[in-house]
Every structure is written in structure tokens, then in C-alpha cells.
T-cell receptor
């Protein structure tokens, strides 16, 4: 079953604006990861947040995690056209052997 | 540095034909290996994962199979393709580190079954 569910499914913004994507999950997690996928390409790992962390930053990315609500958000600040891609959250299973991915948010950043 | 290769990049096959997709990883040892399928506009579905040579776990029962004949080689196969096997197939690897499982993906194979 799908563990992570992102919303919105699609997001269209202008360059310079901030983009916020949300992810909800159902079971307890050890960490939550965000990945990016350019059209027709493989996924690229962006950032990992552990279950005992509440917020993490990496460049223009800010990830929050609320384990009580079983949700996470990914904020991309000052977006650029090159940020156009699909973004997926993924949760790791208790044995750390597999990831379960959400369906993703398709982000379109217009110049 | 580590790299992951997949081939072919694209493939068009008739229904009922066999399939063999190959994935190899360089620059690391004893990786966990994964096969995913992604339907158009959808998320990733884990098909198989492997924690070692000849150690394959199947996540979704179907007409696909996987093999790991060498430490850094992962092969996805089918004896007879179905139309529903069309999709984007991604191979990934991860280091066996407790508490992480950050995965690194190959470029993918676009399979079209006609």
C-alpha cells in the first residue's frame, strides 16, 4: 500500500515564488526522504529527515516533519525554472531495507 | 565515486516476447539493489529488492522475475511480456547502513509493450 501521499498533485508557480509540497504517511517511520525526478530521468535524493528531527535545511530546501500528524513538508524558496520536476517523499520500513514512495507532486516553475 | 548503469535506455517489445533489463553498479561493494516500475504520471512501485547475491525479495507477484548473479549486477526478466508491463523501470542501490537507506537511482529504461 502507498505509505506516502503528496499534495498537491500538481503545482504551478512563477520564478522567485516559494513552493510548498506536503506528504502524509500512515505508519511509524525512522526517517523520511525527499527525492526529485526530472522528466524521463531517475530520481535524485534531496534530503533526509530523521524521526527525531523537526526541521532540516539544505540550500534553498527546507523540510519539516511532524510525527504526531504523520506529515512532512518540503519548501523550495526562491524557485527557479530549473526546479521544474516531480518531487516524491519516501519512508523507510522498519528494517531499513526498502523505501515506500508517494505518488509525487509535479512542480512547474514558469520564467 | 559510485555510478549506476541501466540498459537499454528504451525498448519496444511485442506482447509475449521475453525481457531482460540489466543494471550494474560501480564503486561500491555489497549494495542493496532495487527494481522499481513507474507508470505514467504515477509513483514508484517496488518490484524486487536484493540484499546479496541470489537473495531476492519479491514485493509484487507478477510475470516478472529478478536475479543477482554478481554482487553489483541486477537483472529484471520476463518470459512473456504483457501490455500492462509497459512503464519506466528504475534500478537503484543503497548502502547497507542502519537507519538510513538513501537510494541512488539509475537513468531508467522506458519499456513499451505493443
Amino acid at each position: 500500500s502507498q505509505q506516502g501521499e503528496e499534495d498537491p498533485q500538481a503545482l504551478s508557480i512563477q520564478e522567485g515564488e516559494n513552493a510548498t509540497m506536503n506528504c502524509s504517511y500512515k505508519t511509524s517511520i525512522n526517517n523520511l526522504q525527499w527525492y526529485r525526478q526530472n522528466s524521463g530521468r531517475g530520481l535524485v535524493h534531496l534530503i533526509l529527515i530523521r524521526s527525531n528531527e523537526r526541521e532540516k535545511h539544505s540550500g534553498r530546501l527546507r523540510v519539516t516533519l511532524d510525527t504526531s500528524k504523520k506529515s512532512s513538508s518540503l519548501l523550495i524558496t526562491a524557485s527557479r525554472a530549473a526546479d521544474t520536476a516531480s518531487y516524491f517523499c519516501a519512508t523507510v520500513n522498519s528494517g531499513y531495507s526498502t523505501l515506500t514512495f508517494g505518488k509525487g507532486t509535479m512542480l512547474l516553475v514558469s520564467p | 565515486s559510485q555510478t549506476i548503469h541501466q540498459w537499454p535506455a528504451t525498448l519496444v517489445q511485442p506482447v509475449g516476447s521475453p525481457l531482460s533489463l540489466e543494471c550494474t553498479v560501480e564503486g561500491t561493494s555489497n549494495p542493496n539493489l532495487y527494481w522499481y516500475r513507474q507508470a505514467a504520471g504515477r509513483g514508484l512501485q517496488l518490484l524486487f529488492y536484493s540484499i546479496g547475491i541470489d537473495q531476492i525479495s519479491s514485493e509484487v507477484p507478477q510475470n516478472l522475475s529478478a536475479s543477482r548473479p554478481q554482487d553489483r549486477q541486477f537483472i529484471l526478466s520476463s518470459k512473456k511480456l504483457l501490455l500492462s508491463d509497459s512503464g519506466f523501470y528504475l534500478c537503484a542501490w543503497s548502502v547497507r547502513l542502519a537507519g538510513v537507506n538513501e537510494q541512488f537511482f539509475g537513468p531508467g529504461t522506458r519499456l513499451t509493450v505493443l
